[in-house]
């Protein structure tokens, strides 16, 4: 690939963190177009793709929709130091473990942060406002101003459900994804499969890094001082445990230093 890529995406996504990552890890030249929430649809559509594409990848002739299709065409294509996976030929059973686990990393304790963080975050606009506007085209920050940022907030909840029993269960399932990281960690391991930074390690720092309030973390999230006491106690508590220093460890060593991030006290 000799242009520079570009990275569609819906910028305060879980995905989106992992795709900079990857492609940052791999030494891909890219540029992000970043967009508020129910705008990434319409830039979607625009560049041919579907509503549920985010990141959606473009290089040339080069196209990959979500993070499973980057890793898949990318990833082999990468220096070996660099590459996230295991070589399913040499060693399968380590490469199943790694897809398997970052799967469910993603798709069960992401979705629980997903709901827990959207639920808390949208109570208070203040607390979304940078990861909803910064670097947008500026027509989605006037439009968010003006009057939209209302029934954003209102298709969020709706397309999520949010409620506050939904959140609790939503707590409880990121809590039941650290417990399984650590189960991993107590050995005294550096990462989570084998010996060296996989897939399933960056699944976990980005599906886990809001609810830390990572520093690294590339969607803006916002200051721990900012939050109410209820979702202060909850970061905290979970900075605290062994899987939420694992997470800001990954981010501290393992990032790439030219990464987006956003503040943490």
Known sequence: ?????RLITLLPSADVDLARWLLARWGVPFREEPHAPVFHILALRCAGAGRMDSPLFLCGSDRFAGVDALVAGLDHRAPEPARVLPDP???PDLHAEVMALQHDLRWEMGMGTVRWAYH???RDRALVWDSFATGVPAWERLALRAGAYAPVRGRLIAALGLSDAVAADA???VRAGFDKVEARLADGRRYLCGDRLTLADLAFATSGGPMVLARGYGGHLPPLDTCPPDIRAVITDLRDRPAGRFIQRLYDEDRAPSAPSSARP
């Open 171 to 173: 707590l409880e399932t």
């Open 120 to 122: 808390h975050f949208l």
């Open 89 to 91: 030929d040499r060693d």
């Open 1 to 5: 690939m000799t242009e520079t890529a």
